[in-house]
């Protein structure tokens, strides 16, 4: 009796939960991650002057540069795991989509961004001694579409470097560019929110965000299957 090939979701999700059940055992990533976010967010903290910039002038850059260099590293250790004893070509030449592979490597590393998130932007309003309560559930909705975007496009580079010898500085050189329309609104937006701005003011940045969300995310998981091949 033959058994049908999962589809695309559900290959996407026995491949997050597989990833996900290697990041809980070894935490290595996460970790690693998070100590690279929250020593990125103390060294920005001694190096500011604050009778020359203000805390809520200065946090979105430090917010985003911080989950950028940290989301990176997650994403590149995503398909690192998968060199040893030969288990990117056992999962290649599995009865699987490459786009479920996409999917489900992509909906791993939106986690393990969102989880370091989760610790570091309270983080920066403890140093900075923002106010953030009363814009928490949008600056979390912001979250949560720029790592949309940034995961997409870091996914889909993590998978085309990962079998070059300079994968750790290949990743960040080619996506890098790719991360600058989705990094600025959403450091744009997110110096409204911290300026007590009302969220229809940032609209305009907004809808910015989620095309560049929509493009990349899309023409990311058409894109990727080709990065596989020989």
Known sequence: ???????????????????????????????????????????????????????????PGVLWVTFTFSGLLGM????????????????????????????GKALANLTFVLGVQAVALPAVALFYNLPIGPAFLALAALMVLASIGLVAVGTMFAGMTANTRLAELLLPVLAMPFFV?????????????LAGRPVAEAFAWLRILLAFDLVFAYACMLLFPLTLDD
Do not use: N
Not at 181 to 193: E, G, Q
């Open 1 to 59: 009796m033959s058994t049908a090939a999962p589809g695309v979701l559900a290959s996407a999700w026995i491949i997050a939960r597989k990833d996900l059940a290697i990041e809980f055992r070894t935490r290595s990533a996460f970790i690693s991650a998070l100590v690279l976010s929250l020593l990125s967010i103390v060294i920005f903290y001694f190096a500011w002057d604050p009778t020359a910039i203000g805390p809520a002038d200065l946090a």
């Open 76 to 103: 590149h250790r995503s398909f690192g795991v998968e060199q040893h004893d030969g288990a990117m070509d056992a999962l290649l030449v599995a009865p699987v989509p490459r786009e479920g592979i996409f999917l």
């Open 181 to 193: 329309p989705i990094v600025m609104p959403a450091a744009k937006v997110t110096a409204l929110l």
